[in-house]
């Protein structure tokens, strides 16, 4: 069986149980304290020697990184819905993996990890600022498409939604971005979709 290593406050870690549920697999959940430092003991550091969340073990094979983990479920256990084969549409799918690691992270994940878990390394005006320009952007693109590309549901969508629908973890509010709030209704009304900690609050499921 698949197992699946992660925390429940990780967005990382959800956007992998969504993509598990989307897809309908079973897979086992084992619980890493982030907060007693059990990604930094040595059996966690033998999956993944960067000490992060989440890793995904499917018999030998082990991957760590949200975003790797998601193309890996799409490909092996999914279809061309979720990420197709030809180069052109896999390109627009995965420039929002790059997107997800890149802006997204240096913006709402960053503003949430400072306001949620105190990490006050972070520049919060600095990652508000970031979070206010993808989120304009996000509701931009969104202003003539219900998804972000291919006109359903791709692991794009997958990828950038968790840390978007957190927003108020950030202390973002998304009250200015109605294509991105509908955006993220549409996804909770996906078949399989499972919540998380923090998004059931942002609007109703």
């Keep these: 069986m698949i197992k699946l290593y992660g ?59 949200a975003q790797a983990i998601l193309l890996y479920l799409a490909r092996q256990y999914g279809n061309q819905q979720w990420l197709p084969l030809e180069a052109e549409p896999m390109s627009r799918v995965i420039r929002w993996l790059s997107t ?45 498409r219900e998804w972000l590309e291919l006109g359903h549901p791709t ?7 968790p840390y978007i629908a957190l927003a108020s973890d950030a202390k973002i509010a998304l ?7 509908a955006w993220i209704e549409r996804i909770k009304q996906l078949p399989n979709f499972v919540c998380m900690i923090g998004i059931e609050q942002l609007t109703k499921v």
């Design 7 to 65: 925390h429940e406050l990780s967005g990382n870690s959800y956007k992998v149980k969504l993509m598990l549920s989307l897809l309908n697999l079973d897979y086992e959940w084992i619980k890493v304290d982030l907060m007693t430092g059990a990604h930094k003991k040595p059996d966690f550091l033998a999956l993944n020697p960067f000490g992060q969340v989440p890793v995904l073990v499917d018999g030998n094979t082990v991957l760590a990184d």
């Design 175 to 181: 009250d200015q971005y109605p294509n991105v709030l």
């Design 155 to 161: 692991i794009a969508d997958v990828a950038v939604f």
């Design 100 to 144: 997800t690691a890149g802006e997204v992270r240096q913006g709402l994940e960053s503003a949430r990890l400072y306001h949620l878990f105190k990490a006050t390394s972070i520049d919060i005006e600095r990652a508000t600022q970031k979070s206010e320009f993808i989120l304009a952007q996000l509701n931009n693109h969104l202003q003539t």
